[in-house]
């Protein structure tokens, strides 16, 4: 896939494209996640529900699906590529997120609440 690069985030590998993560395996690779939007998500379940599973929480309702990577899903190649496909499709529809500017840290807000 055209421009994408393996980085980390929160200590386990992702992947990214224009500046977005649409992929990632989590620490216990056991699991892979890709972003989808939430009728891929749907429909990906349906058909192969030993496979795929939405992520927790808010980002699982707004398409994180979770991909079992171990042996006892039935993993479907196909199914698996074309789910990454998808997510990266979606990215490279998307502008590129705004660069911080140097030594912004991500979380800190810049005023105090008074």
Excluded: C, Y
Excluded at 25 to 54: C, T, W, Y
């Amino acid at each position: 896939m055209q421009g994408v690069v393996e980085r980390a985030h929160m200590g386990h590998p992702d992947f990214r494209a224009n500046g977005r993560i649409f992929a990632s395996i989590h620490s216990n690779d056991r699991f892979g996640m890709v972003a989808l939007e939430p009728a891929e998500q749907r429909e990906l379940m349906k058909a192969h529900p030993k496979l795929f599973e939405p992520s927790a929480g808010a980002w699982g309702r707004q398409g994180a699906t979770n991909v079992r990577l171990d042996a006892r899903s039935g993993g479907d190649e196909a199914a698996v590529r074309g789910a990454l496909l998808l997510a990266w499709t979606h990215v490279m529809a998307k502008r590129p997120p705004r660069k911080r500017a140097a030594g912004s840290p991500r979380s800190r807000k810049t005023s105090k609440r008074r």
